[in-house]
T-cell receptor, first 113, second 114 residues
Framework: KNQVEQSPQSLIILEGKNCTLQCNYTVSPFSNLRWYKQDTGRGPVSLTIMTFSENTKSNGRYTATLDADTKQSSLHITASQLSDSASYICVVSRMDSNYQLIWGAGTKLIIKP | DSGVTQTPKHLITATGQRVTLRCSPRSGDLSVYWYQQSLDQGLQFLIQYYNGEERAKGNILERFSAQQFPDLHSELNLSSLELGDSALYFC?????????????FGPGTRLTVT
C-alpha cells in the first residue's frame, strides 16, 4: 500500500535550536519527494522537491535529505525562528499515469521563545 | 503570494444547501487541484483538472463535483451539505499535469456548515 508516515506527530523546541523531522514512505514506483510548510489556516508552501538521484537539498535554513534505498527522508531546520512554527508535510509522488501524490499527515512544529 | 486566487474566503451555510467555490490558477498554469482539509487533519486530495479535462480523482464524494472552464478557472460544487463538510478547501495549480511539477496553493476557502 502506498503510504507516507511522518514523525514525530508534534514537536516543541526553543527558539534558536535545531530540529529534524522524519518521513518514511512505501510509495512505489517513486518519482519525487516534497516537503511543504503550512502555516495554520494557510495554503502549503513548497520547501524542496527531490528526485531519486538527489541526496540533499537546501533552502535557506531548511535542509532535506533523501535515502531512496531505505525510503526515508528528513527535514532539518537550523537555528529555528518563531516563524518556523507550522506544520511540515512530506509528500511523495508516484510515477504512474497520473503521478499521484501521496500526502503525509504532517508534523506540527511549535517554536517557543 | 502564490498567484492562485480563491473566492470566497469564508462561507457559512446550512445543512442541505449547495455552494460553489471558485479558483483562478496562476497565469500560464493548466492544472488545477482541489483539496479538503478538516480541522487538525491532513490535506485530502479531491480532484485534478488539466486544460479543461478531469485528470485524476481522489477521495471526492458523489455530492461534490468540479469543472474547469476554457479560461482555466475552476469551480468546486458542494451539494446536500452536511456538518462534516465543514473544512478548509484549497485549490492549487501547476504548469503541467504530471507529478514532477510544483503545485502552488491558494489561500483557501473556509466553509462552515451549521
Amino acid at each position: 500500500k502506498n503510504q507516507v508516515e511522518q514523525s514525530p506527530q508534534s514537536l516543541i523546541i526553543l527558539e534558536g535550536k535545531n530540529c529534524t523531522l522524519q518521513c518514511n514512505y512505501t510509495v512505489s514506483p517513486f518519482s519525487n519527494l516534497r516537503w511543504y510548510k503550512q502555516d495554520t489556516g494557510r495554503g502549503p508552501v513548497s520547501l524542496t522537491i527531490m528526485t531519486f538521484s538527489e541526496n540533499t537539498k537546501s533552502n535557506g535554513r531548511y535542509t532535506a535529505t533523501l535515502d531512496a534505498d531505505t525510503k526515508q527522508s528528513s527535514l532539518h531546520i537550523t537555528a529555528s525562528q518563531l516563524s518556523d512554527s507550522a506544520s511540515y508535510i512530506c509528500v511523495v509522488s508516484r510515477m504512474d499515469s497520473n503521478y499521484q501524490l501521496i500526502w503525509g499527515a504532517g508534523t506540527k512544529l511549535i517554536i517557543k521563545p | 503570494d502564490s498567484g492562485v486566487t480563491q473566492t470566497p474566503k469564508h462561507l457559512i451555510t446550512a445543512t442541505g444547501q449547495r455552494v460553489t467555490l471558485r479558483c483562478s490558477p496562476r497565469s500560464g498554469d493548466l492544472s488545477v487541484y482541489w483539496y479538503q482539509q478538516s480541522l487538525d487533519q491532513g490535506l485530502q486530495f479531491l480532484i485534478q483538472y488539466y486544460n479543461g479535462e478531469e485528470r485524476a480523482k481522489g477521495n471526492i464524494l458523489e455530492r461534490f463535483s468540479a469543472q474547469q472552464f476554457p479560461d482555466l478557472h475552476s469551480e468546486l460544487n458542494l451539494s446536500s451539505l452536511e456538518l462534516g463538510d465543514s473544512a478548509l478547501y484549497f485549490c492549487a495549480s501547476s504548469p503541467g499535469a504530471g507529478g514532477s511539477y510544483e503545485q502552488y496553493f491558494g489561500p483557501g476557502t473556509r466553509l462552515t456548515v451549521t
